[in-house]
């Protein structure tokens, strides 16, 4: 089993920043690629960033120049710096990972998602 526990979330004024962190834990053999999506009401789910094993990240253009995706392979977490937050950039954010697991048979990696947390900016 594998899960993603996110934290960081909350309410906060237009202008101001937010650190989201998503730890991963359970039976991994490696973590591939790690991102940031994010779900407004009403709205379909968007990849707001995301990183490489390597370090090699992407941005969605909206969130270029004030968000910061990194993370800490020793520690399995990903994180996003958010800062200059917009009202529009309020949604519940999901972390993902391509999780690669050691089985009898082989390796396998599968796609594990976190539970989501709230962030809201207010105008």
């Known amino acids: 089993q594998v899960q993603l526990v996110e934290s960081g979330g909350g309410l906060v004024q237009a202008g101001g920043s937010l650190s989201l962190s998503c730890v991963a834990s359970g039976s991994i053999a490696s973590i591939n690629n790690m991102a940031w999506y994010r779900q407004a009401p009403g709205k379909q789910r968007e990849l707001v960033a995301g990183?490489?094993?390597?370090?090699?990240?992407n941005y969605v253009d909206s969130v270029k120049g004030r968000f910061t995706i990194s993370r800490d392979n020793a520690k399995n977490t990903v994180y996003l710096q958010m800062s200059s937050l917009k009202p529009e950039d309020t949604a519940v954010y999901y972390c993902?990972?391509?999780?690669?697991?050691?089985?009898?048979?082989?390796?396998?990696?599968?796609?594990?998602w976190g539970q989501g947390t709230q962030v809201t900016v207010s105008s």
């Open positions: 993902k990972a391509d999780v690669g697991r050691q089985f009898s048979l082989g390796y396998k990696s599968y796609d594990y």
């Open positions: 990183i490489s094993s390597g370090g090699s990240t």
